[in-house]
């Protein structure tokens, strides 16, 4: 099964910005679909972005213009920039891989937005 390691959250004002990342431990040519993901306290976990392996991409309404999801094949690592952050970003930031036939989701890195 795929794994996957993100990192790069932490505390941040509002207006800041952060990068996440998600280390995969396979050949991201190979894999079909990467999102990101978020869950706030009390809420249900909701999907950010996505991006399939030839690079489409899609965003949920809150990432749109803020956010962008990109990857690196030489590192086999995709990325999360999220510019502009606001306090309702705040949640617990997880990266979910699609294979054939599985899916697998990373720990989760903590992105707190706060003055």
């Known amino acids: 099964q795929v794994q996957a390691v993100e990192s790069g959250g932490g505390l941040v004002q509002p207006g800041g910005s952060l990068r996440l990342s998600c280390a995969t431990s396979?050949?991201?040519?190979?894999?079909?679909?990467v999102g990101w993901y978020r869950q706030a306290p009390g809420k249900e976990r909701e999907l950010v972005a996505h991006?399939?392996?030839?690079?489409?991409?899609t965003y949920s309404d809150s990432a749109k213009g803020r956010f962008t999801i990109s990857k690196d094949n030489a590192k086999n690592t995709v990325y999360l920039q999220m510019n502009s952050l606001k306090p309702e970003d705040t949640a617990v930031y997880y990266c979910?891989?699609?294979?054939?036939?599985?899916?697998?989701w990373g720990q989760g890195t903590q992105v707190t937005v706060s003055s």
């Open positions: 979910k891989i699609w294979t054939i036939g599985s899916t697998s």
């Open positions: 396979d050949s991201i040519n190979s894999i079909p679909a």
């Open positions: 991006i399939t392996s030839r690079g489409a991409t």
